[in-house]
DNA sequence: CAAGGTGTTGCCACCTCTTGCCGGGCAGGT
DNA sequence: ACCTGCCCGGCAAGAGGTGGCAACACCTTG
């Protein structure tokens, strides 16, 4: 409509076949024109650029990425898209792409192994590296896809795998140091799934940390990564004498709360609750949430400008994981050990 | 590693020519034994898959997308990613296009027309089809997305595109009607993005039922569709003598009970809020949110279904929007007018 | 036994773009 | 005037598939 031309007539678009014969040069000065500027001299550059922009002409990504696999394309594979956890990282990774001139796709595994397998098989293909943010694949799958496409994983370590962590003993000192101040002796921790690396992780920070401060430590779950998983620690809490929790994620927490507060237990007076995250939602839930945070923000971006290097030099020489602080955000689910 | 053979040495995938090689046949007949079933001999076509899987051949969807722009890609474009009103649908989505052979690729525009265009942009030419999940972009510009891919768009009716919309009059009938229901006579609309089609749709049927049923109606905005957004909306209720609102989408209404409690008001008690979309999160909020419940998980389903209807029968036969039903969900952020 | 039908497979052109290599034209040095 | 070397544009060979057409084997039928 408010282009120059015949356009519209067709959905096939103009090649640079077509742009070579309006602009009278050969397709591969085309070609050249485009994809390698200095190539091609200046004033030809120009009248083709302008051919083409009257032709609507666009370059065709999956040609241009035949004869060498440059699609321009990442993955990024979350374990939940919606779980708010990813938002901040999902954003993050798709501007920090996209300043490279990459485009980022956004694969959700739904929380299954067998999932993130089948979408990974449908992708990968496509795209020219992989950010696996907390898979729920074994090391060994892991691996094998990092032996098709640079890859680097997040919130986990695998070995011979690029990795971007949270220091999460450091979040869970953080926690339980606080919980501690405020009085608490038997504090639980409410476990997340099995499959997941950060749950071991923070279980192990846990025990550690309460064992140095002679606190009463006990572990509870597994359980689901979600709100429902909450509704179901929140019953076996009550069964509990702890005074204190502190919950593998927010999600989890957030469910504990609201499962808690329907069976009369008062938070935080009777029990404090703590999450791990920092999540969109966990500051406007009753009572805001007390929270181990994550630089969210700077994970996504971290991990795909992890990935633009080994795109860029792919160096066997594997790195150290990139070790992202932890800090506690205090909000209303904790309070003081009446 | 679990493979046979000899694989892992290098990222390049065997190729067809690889499998033809091995099973002793031509290429173009392994091509055929796996896209063409019935058009080879049952027993070459199982030794050729036979090989193929030996080798760990899998086909490569670029080339295979180059000769017909076959890419079995399909996108949705959703406004904000972040937004829960589009976690069922993107879900569903994607779940009614795996089953038909499709991959779904989910794009964020970050409420911004600006980059949603260039997202198209970089996306269009990869896809067979599009999903304007409530775009920002103007009439025109969506046509001319619709010339160059099948488009469905949803929450929205533009001339010449196929969408499927949810009852907006009669979901904001129902609202205004509960709260006149309660007593209350003074109900003021929090309006959305002016850019948003639904908002448009949502404040007229505001308009008109309020006016029918006597009501006295204001409108206050636009604000961003977002918790800030109703941050702001919470400071200029304050100005206003309404004793009810109804708010373009439930993360504003969430957005302005919070900045309304902070400011003192108590919410049902001095004034009901209702909001649009039913989202994740709206029953978790204090108070929980009464909403406009849209049948979400058929939302992405649907859309997908006609563009796939669209990909299979490219008929310029276009279709009436499709139309579904919008329901009240009364919960706790709405009472009595005292 | 020849003619015709059917079912399978191979050959090759094609989809769009990239890239190595080559040659023509031109400038500058001798 | 001739050689050298640079700059620029063209040619053609892929990249990994698809699909039309033809060949060929084998079987049926007259």
Known sequence: MGETGETGNSRTRPTIYDVAKAAGVAPSTVSRAFSRPGRVNAE??????????????????????????????LAIVVA?????????????????????GYTLLVVDAHESGEAERQALERTLPLVEGVVLATSRLSDSAIRAVAKQR??????????????????????????????????????????????????????????????????KARRLGPFAPTLAGGLSA?????????????????????????????????????????????????????????????PLRHFGAFAVQRLLNQLRNPSPGLSLPALLPAKLVERGSTARHA
């Open 44 to 73: 030809t550059a120009e009248r083709i650029r302008h051919v083409a922009h009257e032709l609507g002409y666009r370059m065709n990504p999956i040609a241009r990425g035949l004869p060498d696999g440059r699609t321009a394309l």
């Open 80 to 100: 939940d898209l919606t779980n708010p956890f990813f938002f901040e990282i999902i954003r993050s990774a798709e501007k920090t792409a996209i300043d490279s």
């Open 150 to 215: 640079p890859t680097v994983v997040m919130n986990r370590v695998v070995t011979d795998v690029a990795s971007v962590i949270t220091d999460n003993a450091e979040g869970m000192r953080r926690a339980v140091e606080h919980l501690a101040g405020l009085g608490h002796v038997r504090i639980t921790y409410l476990a997340g799934p099995e499959a997941s690396w950060a749950d071991g992780m923070r279980w192990r920070a846990f025990r550690r940390t309460t064992q140095e401060l002679g606190l």
């Open 234 to 294: 929140a019953q076996a809490l009550t069964t509990h004498s702890a005074t204190a929790t502190v919950a593998y994620n927010d999600l989890l927490a957030i469910g504990a709360m609201r499962g808690l507060t329907r069976l009369g237990v008062e938070i935080p007076r009777e029990l404090s609750v703590i999450g791990f995250d920092n999540i969109f939602g966990s500051d406007f839930c009753t009572p805001p949430l007390t929270t181990v945070a994550a």
